[in-house]
C-alpha cells in the first residue's frame, strides 16, 4: 500500500482491530433465539454500544426493533455544514452448521495462513471492525469530515425484516446523504470492487400433509400416499433438467452484461468437486447476479438414523428463492406459492407460509459518491481501478433506505470476497482486506466531504 498518513494510522491499528474482532466474534450472536440465547445477542450489541460512545458517538442508542432484535444506532457530529454519511454493517450471524466440520472452534478468532477465522469474521462483524477503524484514522489525521451516523442491525442473516420496519416507522432516523454498506465484498480479493446490484429474496416454509399418521409401509406402501414422496416430487418441479430455476409465471432468461465471472473461477470460489457440472444455462454472472435462484434450505423427514419402515403423513420444507433486480419480491413469492400449489401431486395438502421477503437492489454507480469511493480505491489499491458487479445475496433493508431516501446515493463494500467463505464452514476474513477497505472508507469520506 502506498505510503500516506490514513494508512500507515490503519496499519498501526490492525493489531488493536483483530482483538476488537476476536472479542465479537467470540459473541454466538444467531438470531434465531431457539437455537442461540438472547443474551449473546445482547452481548455483541452492547460490545457495539461501548465502541461507538468510546469513539465519541452521541444518542448511542439500543433500538428494539419490531422482530424482537436489537439495532445499534449512533451519531458523531462533524462539521457545521458537512454532509451526513450512514455507515451500516450487521452483528447477527449465521449459525455456524456443523460445528465438527471446521478446522477451528467457529466462535474463536484464529489466524491461519494469512487469514482470521470465525463465523462473522467477513459477514460482517468485520465490517463494524472496517467502520470503526476508517474513523479512528481520520480522528488522528484531521477529524472526521462529514457527519456520521452509525447503525449496526441485529437479524439480516435472518431476513425477519426488524431494521427495515424501524426504518419506516422512524424515518427521521437515517436519514443522510450518502449510506455505505458494509456487507459486500470485493470480486476477488486484492480486486477493488462495488456491488451494483443484489438479488432479492423470498423464503416459504410448506408443509405436505397426506394421511392422519403414519402408517406401516409393509402393510400400507404402494397404495397410501406418503407425504414424504409428495414433497420431493413438488421440489424437484422447481427445477429443469439442466437444474435452471423453474417457478410457473416467472421469467429467467436476462443476462449481465457487466463484469463477467468466468467459470473455472467459479468452480474453484465454490468448490465444485472434480466431474460434477454447475446447474442451470447462460454465463456464469447471468445464473448468480441476473436470474432467480432457488434452493431447498432444509427438509424436516425421518433422519436415517432410527428411521422406521413407516410412509410418512407429513413432511416440511424451507425454500428459499432469490429474485433479480427487476423482478418484485412480492409477486414472486405469489409465483411460487401458486407453482407449489399446482404441482403437490396426489390430491396431498399443501400449506405455506411466508417466513421473509426482501427486494432486489440496483446501485446508481454514476453518483457523485462513486466517484469519491473510485478515488479511495484507487490510493486504498495501488495501480488497481475499482469495478461494479452484481451479488447474488440479498440486504432487503437496501431498498428500504432507497425508498425512504430516494435522493440518497447507497454504496455497497465489504469483506465477503470468495475466499472469505461466508455462510459455510470455516469463514473467514483477510487481514489485508479489513486494513486496505479502511483505508479506502477513510478516504472516500474525505474525499465525498469535499466534493
Known amino acids: 500500500m502506498s505510503s500516506n498518513p490514513v494508512a500507515e494510522t490503519v496499519a498501526s491499528l490492525m493489531p488493536r482491530a483483530k482483538a476488537e474482532l476476536t472479542e465479537l466474534v467470540a459473541f454466538k450472536s444467531v438470531a434465531d433465539f431457539d437455537q442461540y440465547p438472547r443474551s449473546e445477542s445482547e452481548g455483541a450489541a452492547n460490545w457495539i ?12 442508542a439500543l433500538l428494539d426493533t419490531p422482530d424482537g432484535t436489537q439495532s445499534v444506532y449512533g451519531y458523531l457530529p462533524g462539521p457545521e455544514g458537512a454532509k451526513t454519511v450512514l455507515l451500516y454493517a450487521h452483528y447477527d450471524v449465521q449459525p455456524p452448521l456443523d460445528e465438527a466440520a471446521w478446522t477451528t472452534p467457529p466462535f474463536e478468532l484464529v489466524e491461519r495462513d494469512g487469514r482470521w477465522y470465525g463465523r ?27 457527519h456520521v451516523k452509525v447503525i449496526v442491525e441485529g437479524s439480516e442473516e435472518q431476513g425477519t425484516g426488524g431494521l427495515e420496519r424501524y426504518a419506516e416507522e422512524h424515518p427521521e432516523l437515517l436519514t443522510a446523504d450518502t449510506i455505505v454498506i458494509g456487507d459486500a465484498g470485493n470480486f476477488r480479493a486484492g480486486l477493488p470492487t462495488v456491488t451494483a446490484t443484489l438479488r432479492g429474496m423470498t423464503l416459504v416454509r410448506v408443509q405436505v400433509d397426506t394421511l392422519e399418521g ?38 429467467g432468461e436476462a443476462a449481465w452484461d457487466g463484469l463477467q465471472y468466468e467459470e473455472q473461477a467459479f468452480r474453484e470460489d465454490a468448490k465444485v468437486l472434480d466431474g460434477v457440472e454447475l446447474i442451470g444455462s447462460g454465463t456464469v454472472a447471468d445464473r448468480v447476479w441476473a436470474r432467480p435462484a432457488v434452493t431447498v434450505l432444509g427438509i424436516d423427514c425421518p433422519p436415517v438414523v432410527g428411521a422406521t419402515p413407516s410412509v410418512q403423513a407429513g413432511a416440511r420444507a424451507l425454500i428459499s428463492l432469490r429474485v433479480p433486480p427487476g423482478v418484485d419480491a412480492v409477486e414472486a413469492t405469489k409465483l411460487l406459492e401458486a407453482h407449489i400449489e399446482a404441482h403437490t401431486p396426489w390430491g396431498a395438502r399443501v400449506s405455506t407460509e411466508r417466513i421473509g421477503q426482501g427486494q432486489a437492489f440496483r446501485a446508481d454507480t454514476s453518483s457523485p459518491a462513486y466517484a469519491s469511493m473510485a478515488e479511495a480505491m484507487a490510493v486504498a489499491y495501488p495501480g488497481q481501478e475499482m469495478q461494479s458487479s452484481g451479488m447474488g445475496g440479498s440486504i432487503p433493508l437496501c431498498n428500504t433506505l432507497a425508498s425512504l431516501y430516494p435522493e440518497t446515493e447507497i454504496l455497497l463494500i465489504g469483506l465477503s470476497e470468495p475466499e472469505a467463505q461466508i455462510h ?28
Not at 470455516?426 to 469535499?450: G, I, K, T
Open 49 to 60: 454500544v461501548d465502541a461507538l460512545r468510546s469513539e465519541g458517538f452521541q444518542d448511542v
Open 120 to 146: 462473522g469474521s467477513a459477514d460482517c462483524k468485520g465490517g463494524v471492525v472496517m467502520h470503526l477503524l476508517a474513523l479512528r484514522a481520520l480522528k488522528a489525521n484531521g477529524g472526521v469530515p462529514v
Open 214 to 251: 403414519n402408517l406401516h409401509s409393509g402393510q400400507f406402501g404402494g397404495a397410501a400416499p406418503d407425504a414424504l414422496a409428495a414433497l420431493i416430487r413438488l421440489l424437484d418441479s422447481l427445477r429443469a433438467k439442466d437444474g435452471s430455476t423453474t417457478v410457473d409465471g416467472l421469467a
Open 424 to 451: 459455510a464452514v470455516n469463514e473467514s476474513v483477510s487481514p489485508d482486506e479489513l486494513e486496505r477497505l479502511s483505508v479506502a472508507e477513510a478516504l472516500f469520506l474525505r474525499n465525498y466531504a469535499a466534493s
